[in-house]
């Protein structure tokens, strides 16, 4: 059973750049969360996708941006880069709140590495 | 979600206990404990979850104060490869709402041979 797989799992931006990160959801999942760590800190949540809608959003500009897809499968888009944005981004999956029979902790990626440079 | 206050690090003995500690005295009544540790590299893996009863499982053991106010988490023998950030955060349970977890800074758990 795979668990949560992120791609690529490095990559090199140019400030101004746009970037696309992908995220497949443990199996059975159907909510994934992104987030971003910069070195040093804990991840910091940026958005949660559920029934591809964005149903919560941390404190992250509209540069960042997201789409689930009918498989569940989802993606975080950064517009404009910033050399601030480079981080390890996060992707974790879980089963959809509501479902309190279900053991609903998050399942996280190894993470895409991303510099700006 | 409420706050919590960890220790910045901590050093075990490999084979001994490691008691890592947590405060999280402005828990409300519907906040569960959680437990999570991020090994260098890897992305944060979830170790053990509680309400006010004491928890066990494979990786560790959680114990919570009876007024909820602090936990513990407790490995049991350390190995090297607990070497880690581990992270301790309360929120809801996540029925009728949806799961931001929200991390701080963590407590770098070095093990020593």
């Known amino acids: 059973d795979a668990g949560v797989t992120q791609s690529p799992t490095h990559l090199i931006k140019t400030r101004g750049q746009q970037v696309t990160l992908r995220c497949s959801p443990k199996?059975?999942?159907?909510?994934v969360s992104w987030y971003q760590q910069a070195l040093g800190q804990g991840p910091q949540f940026i958005f949660q996708?559920?029934?591809?809608?964005?149903?919560q959003r941390g404190n992250f500009p509209d540069r960042f941006s997201g789409h689930q897809f009918p498989n569940y499968s989802s993606e975080l888009n950064v517009n404009a880069l910033l050399l601030g944005d480079s981080a390890l981004y996060l992707c974790?999956?879980?089963?959809?709140?509501?479902?309190?029979?279900?053991?609903?902790?998050?399942?996280f990626g190894q993470g895409t590495r991303l510099t700006v440079v | 979600d409420a706050k919590t206050t960890q220790p910045t690090s901590m050093d075990c003995a490999e084979g001994r206990a490691a008691n890592l500690p947590c405060n999280h005295s402005?828990?409300?009544?519907?906040?569960?404990v959680y437990w999570y540790r991020q090994i260098h590299s890897q992305g944060p893996q979830y170790i053990i979850h509680g309400l006010k009863n004491n928890e066990t499982n494979e990786m560790a053991s959680l114990i919570i104060t009876e007024d909820r106010k602090s936990s513990t988490l407790i490995l049991p023998h350390a190995t090297l490869r607990d070497t880690a950030v581990y992270y301790c955060?309360?929120?809801?349970?996540?029925?009728?709402?949806?799961?931001?977890?929200?991390f701080g800074i963590g407590t770098k758990l070095q093990v020593i041979p």
């Open positions: 974790a999956s879980s089963f959809a709140p509501g479902q309190a029979y279900l053991n609903t902790e998050a399942f």
């Open positions: 955060i309360v929120r809801p349970w996540a029925s009728g709402g949806y799961q931001k977890v929200t």
């Open positions: 402005t828990i409300s009544g519907n906040e569960y």
């Open positions: 996708y559920y029934e591809e809608e964005e149903r």
């Open positions: 199996s059975g999942h159907d909510t």
